[in-house]
């Protein structure tokens, strides 16, 4: 009788044992996965990000014209700064757990800032992919595809692009790709009002000191919006320019373009690219990213 009562309780110790094993084991399980789950939805930093200008491990620095609604202007509140281009930007960061910060630089000298690599780290700034730039930096995919117009004052007789001639003062931003457009295929003898900053051609327009403004299409249309300025757009300038997102040709600026590519699609892929777009420019885009090649768009820019 002892002998049975001695065994049934070995045998009762002994499933007790497994049960507190089992339950261990199974809280043990349930921690891991917690684990893995908690590390999978934190996206660990590129490696580049120890070689940034800011020295922090994190932000990236933008070199921009910071005056250029609609793709990036100071924000309502006076801190920072808004537009298409600040948001893409914040949708990127987000894939790829790091911060951008816009930095206002002279876009006459924007290129040659980013060759230096001491003031900022890449350059997203409404900027042309054409070849003279090319030469100078790395471009990433084309993110928007664009056209140049023309604009002037309601009270202008100038109507057309043909009505342009000999001593009609133009307008264009310093080193812009109107510039070039314009030079190349305007009348001789037009007077050039030139200058880096976009706000202050707007003034030379309105004060009477230049006839026409060329500029981007979309940056134009944002312009031409508001009642006060009192203008319009005379003509439209099919010149089909992508703008690219510009790094510095070396090995830090050949990873972040593969890292911010590949995170431009999946912004494009899940919907927000598109979403960003239409709070921008109140339609939806006919251009995604990914449609177009590096190579397409410098084809395109091939004489500017």
Do not use: H
Request: aromatic letters at 10%; one cysteine or more.
């Amino acid at each position: 009788m002892k002998n049975r009562v001695l065994l049934i309780a070995v045998v009762v110790f002994a499933l007790l044992l497994s049960a507190a094993l089992l339950v261990g084991c199974t809280s043990d399980a349930d921690d891991a996965a917690d684990t893995t789950t908690s590390e999978e939805t934190t996206v660990e930093r590129p490696a580049w990000v120890e070689y940034l200008v800011k020295g922090d491990g994190k932000t990236v620095l933008i070199g921009a014209d910071t005056a250029y609604p609609p793709f990036e202007f100071q924000a309502d509140d006076g801190v920072g700064f808004q537009g298409f281009d600040v948001d893409l930007m914040n949708a990127i960061g987000e894939k790829l757990n790091v911060e951008f910060q816009f930095k206002t630089f002279d876009f006459d000298g924007i290129i040659a800032g980013l060759a230096a690599g001491t003031e900022f780290d890449m350059v997203v700034s409404a900027l042309t992919i054409k070849p003279s730039r090319y030469e100078q930096v790395d471009f990433g995919l084309p993110y928007y595809k664009d056209t140049l117009g023309i604009a002037a004052l309601n009270s202008s007789k100038i109507n057309s692009l043909e009505e342009i001639e000999a001593g009609t003062r133009v307008a264009v931003q310093t080193g812009s790709s109107a510039q070039t457009w314009a030079e190349n295929n305007l009348p001789e003898g037009v007077k050039y009002v030139t200058n880096p900053d976009t706000g202050t051609l707007f003034q030379s327009l309105q004060s009477g000191d230049a006839d026409v403004l060329i500029q981007d299409l979309s940056v134009l249309t944002e312009f031409v919006s508001d009642p006060v300025r009192d203008a319009k757009i005379v003509a439209q300038i099919d010149a089909g320019q992508f703008f690219g997102m510009a790094f510095q040709r070396n090995d830090k600026g050949a990873a972040m373009k593969a890292d911010i590519d590949r995170a431009l699609l999946g912004v494009v892929a899940d919907g927000t690219y598109a979403t960003i777009f239409k709070k921008w420019f109140g339609v939806e885009p006919t251009f995604l990213p990914g449609q177009a090649t590096l190579e397409d768009a410098l084809a395109v820019t091939a004489g500017m």
